[in-house]
């Protein structure tokens, strides 16, 4: 197996299915019904997709993940979003390798993809660390949560 599917992340342990082609690892992504390929970033991804469900309760059926969006008439890329039931992004989530740091820079990436969503939720992780954050948007500020709230209809 590859050598980040041995990596120990600050998540729960979940059964993710792996299959192999051409010598390339792959893991089955629940979200997008397909084998993707198994890089670090992936590895994070998809314990945190499995997060979100399994701890959560977040419903796979509004989840997106690897969506383009676009920022400043640019496109960007969106780990992954939760969408509530009108279909607006509820959850903003960015993943990045276990290697590298969360920095504000991560974050302010994140704040600028939030930018053509508003979310109310923002969460950031590399799968060793984990920051969530509750936008107020009438306040023009965010507020750092210590844990990420349960999906919630309202």
């Given at each position: 197996m590859h050598f980040c599917s041995m990596l120990k992340l600050n998540f729960p342990e979940y059964r993710l299915r792996f299959k192999s082609r051409e010598n390339n690892p792959l893991v089955f992504d629940v979200v997008r019904k397909k084998y993707v390929r198994l890089q670090p970033e992936e590895w994070v991804r998809q314990h945190c997709i499995h997060f979100l469900i399994q701890e959560k309760g977040y419903p796979v059926?509004?989840?997106?993940?690897?969506?383009?969006?676009?920022?400043?008439?640019?496109?960007?890329?969106?780990?992954?979003?939760?969408?509530?039931?009108?279909?607006?992004?509820?959850?903003?989530?960015?993943?990045?390798?276990?290697?590298?740091?969360?920095?504000?820079?991560?974050?302010?990436?994140?704040?600028?993809?939030?930018?053509?969503?508003?979310?109310?939720l923002l969460m950031v992780t590399?799968?060793?660390?984990?920051?969530?954050?509750?936008?107020?948007?009438?306040?023009?500020?965010?507020?750092?949560?210590?844990?990420?709230?349960?999906?919630?209809?309202?």
């Amino acid at each position: 197996m590859h050598f980040c599917s041995m990596l120990k992340l600050n998540f729960p342990e979940y059964r993710l299915r792996f299959k192999s082609r051409e010598n390339n690892p792959l893991v089955f992504d629940v979200v997008r019904k397909k084998y993707v390929r198994l890089q670090p970033e992936e590895w994070v991804r998809q314990h945190c997709i499995h997060f979100l469900i399994q701890e959560k309760g977040y419903p796979v059926g509004r989840m997106l993940v690897e969506r383009e969006i676009r920022v400043n008439n640019l496109p960007r890329r969106v780990d992954i979003a939760v969408c509530d039931a009108l279909g607006q992004v509820d959850l903003l989530v960015e993943c990045k390798a276990p290697e590298v740091p969360i920095t504000q820079e991560v974050f302010d990436q994140m704040a600028r993809y939030n930018l053509a969503l508003n979310a109310r939720l923002l969460m950031v992780t590399n799968g060793l660390s984990h920051v969530y954050c509750r936008m107020d948007y009438a306040g023009q500020r965010y507020e750092y949560l210590r844990e990420l709230p349960p999906y919630s209809t309202e």
